[in-house]
């Protein structure tokens, strides 16, 4: 996950052609899934997946083409220059990575190769480099088309703004894959807890949960997070880790396989046909579900775009983020008759009140002087009304604000059929060499 050390991420050179096309060898996830049957039926041509995380190296031969320009929140420059960290350029080419050399044979291939990759570079977790949060990047990412934002990151929590921003970004219909996190914890991050969103945890080869992966309710699926190899910032090397960061990307891959191919459909439709088409590996297919470790299963992306799903509710199994009110800015009036017990509506109540009681003293007087004909001051003692004998007026109450971080809960959502396992009980299938697709 961003924010922290790669889990067993390792740079090795890719000079050599017989290198090269050991990386390719090497991204056991596209045998798994099998990626050349799912690029006969999308490959995510048309859909721009932002990538918030390190910037994006954009010249890398396998990504050369497939990055927009972006921005960085580090510098205030752009988003596709190679940067310290590989982490953001590893991400993008697991989601649009689209190889090099001869037929781009060579190097890494993402599960959507013709995706493209707006890089939102954000500052590392403790930097100090700039003031802005995860609400800047995500406002950022909507406004600027993608329809698909990777959130392989963590920040410690989320602030009024950010829960505005993913409030924000769903209702743009923009579908937030986050990573929940390496720490092997029974519990969830702020953002990846929050509603609206996609948690993703990580599982290995036979489809069992990494032992580092964070878990909780709000899990909603799982990829493949170990052992895997992804391109470098560095042009010619490629790394190699562990995490639920590289699942995220495989989530946000598959999503923007179906964003291509279902354009039609929301949000939590696209997310629907992920979850009805998700597997769990053998001793989980009873599980309750979601199930705190796998969500409601391991990704399972030619069936997720190829089998019979109803397209379902608009917001499918995600709940709906929503925004926090803003309370008047401090220091204002405003603010001033609030703290002092008298906001706008308690001064309007002590104003029809004063008025309602002067009308009254008034009926009393003339009802007095016309019944005993004296000029004498009314009942009540000297003044009438606004003395120590005056009836009081309770000031109006202003209604609460919505209390920040009380959204409501994740609940369960219907759970899928039969779940589909991949290939041999408790094994990935064996998949001839993968293919990329040719490309004019």
């Not at 924010?3 to 390719?24: H, N």
């Not at 970004?169 to 923009?174: E, H, N």
């Not at 604000?401 to 779940?419: D, L």
């Amino acid at each position: 996950m961003s924010g922290a050390v790669v889990v067993g991420a390792l740079l090795f050179g890719a000079a050599p052609t017989a290198v090269a096309d050991q990386d390719r060898d090497d991204q056991w996830p596209l045998k798994a899934f099998d990626a050349t049957s799912i690029w006969k039926e999308s490959t995510g041509k048309g859909v721009t997946v932002a990538v918030i995380d390190d910037p994006v190296n954009g010249s890398h031969p396998d990504l050369t083409g497939n990055v927009l320009p972006g921005k960085s929140f580090i510098d205030g420059g752009l988003g596709d220059h190679k940067s310290s960290g590989d982490h953001g350029t590893g991400m993008a080419s697991l989601i649009a990575g689209h190889g090099h050399g001869s037929g781009n044979a060579d190097g890494v291939m993402g599960l959507a190769p013709e995706a493209r990759i707006l890089p939102v570079g954000r500052p590392q977790v403790g930097a100090g480099v700039d003031n802005s949060g995860p609400g800047e990047w995500i406002r950022y990412a909507v406004d600027h088309g993608a329809s698909v934002i990777n959130m392989s990151i963590g920040p410690s929590y989320l602030t009024e703004s950010d829960r505005n921003a993913l409030a924000y970004a769903a209702q743009k219909d923009v579908l937030m894959v986050v990573a929940s996190g390496n720490d092997g914890e029974g519990k969830l991050g702020d953002l990846a807890a929050s509603p609206g969103v996609v948690a993703v945890g990580a599982v290995d080869k036979t489809g069992q949960v990494w032992s580092k992966s964070n878990s909780g309710r709000q899990l909603m699926l799982s990829a493949p997070g170990v052992e895997i190899t992804s391109a470098s910032s560095r042009a010619g090397q490629y790394r190699l880790a562990n995490g639920t960061s590289d699942a995220t990307a495989y989530v946000s891959a598959a999503a923007a396989l179906l964003r291509s191919k279902f354009p039609d459909l929301s949000a939590g439709q696209i997310t629907n046909r992920l979850v009805k088409s998700a597997g769990l590996p053998p001793g989980e297919t009873g599980s309750a579900l979601p199930d705190p470790h796998y969500g409601y299963g391991f990704i399972q992306p030619l069936k997720a775009l190829t089998a019979d799903i109803p397209a379902g509710s608009k917001n499918g199994p995600l709940k709906t983020p929503k925004a926090e009110p803003t309370p008047p800015a401090s220091g204002d009036q405003a603010d001033e008759r609030v703290d002092d017990g008298l906001g706008a509506g308690a001064m309007v109540g002590i104003a029809v009140g004063v008025l309602a009681l002067a009308s009254i003293v008034v009926i009393v007087v003339v009802v007095s002087r016309k019944k005993d004909g004296r000029n004498g001051p009314p009942p009540g003692g000297p003044g009438g009304f606004g003395g120590s004998g005056g009836p009081g007026v309770a000031p109006q109450q202003p209604g609460p604000y919505h209390q920040a971080g009380s959204y409501p809960q994740q609940g369960v959502y219907q759970q899928p059929g039969t779940h589909q396992q991949y290939g041999a009980p408790g094994e990935y299938p064996a998949v001839p060499p993968v293919q990329p697709p040719g490309w004019q």
